[in-house]
């Protein structure tokens, strides 16, 4: 009789477990594959290409054995004729990462790569008549703190508005 694993599991553990199966079966990929993507690309492919789906052969071949599926890959703009010349070493480092040829040809489709922006935490420091009137209006703040704070929001707030 097997017993529970006793303890905390990690969420991504859980979402894994979730969506590996979903992921499989629309689109031949898991999420291990799409979390080490940029380590598989390399540098030169990480920001501009994403991996969309594996179409993996059906039924195998004459002996029944494993026939190896087209990868799908999205990627930006012009980036995608030096991905065609790159083609050959890419293949290669994605079926070292299965381990087994799991691949034996990428198909490119042109579109964007839609990849997260890292905005920065601390906003434009203000300038002329916005510094000044959020200087009035923190005139009567004791508290260093919570002037720092205020000064923070304000500066955020009021940079906005410039956009």
């Not at 790159?86 to 790569?113: C, D, M, T, Y």
Request: proline residues 4%; contains cysteine.
């Amino acid at each position: 009789m097997s017993y529970p694993r006793k303890g905390a599991k990690q969420i991504s553990e859980l979402a894994n477990g979730l969506i590996d199966p979903v992921l499989a079966k629309r689109a031949g990929i898991n999420t291990a594959l799409l979390g080490s993507w940029d380590e598989i690309a390399g540098e030169d492919f990480a920001d501009c290409t994403r991996p969309e789906k594996i179409a993996w052969a059906r039924g195998g071949g004459d002996d029944g054995s494993f026939r190896p599926g087209v990868l799908t890959i999205a990627c930006e703009g012009a980036r995608a004729l030096f991905l065609t010349h790159a083609q050959g070493e890419l293949i290669q480092r994605i079926n070292s990462f299965f381990g087994f040829s799991a691949v034996h040809q990428i198909r490119i489709v042109q579109k964007p790569v839609s990849q997260a922006h890292k905005r920065s935490r601390t906003p434009t420091p203000l300038k002329g008549a916005a510094a000044q009137r959020l200087e009035e209006m923190m005139e009567g703040i004791d508290n260093e703190k919570l002037r720092e704070a205020v000064k923070r929001l304000g500066t955020a707030v009021l940079g906005k508005k410039g956009r």
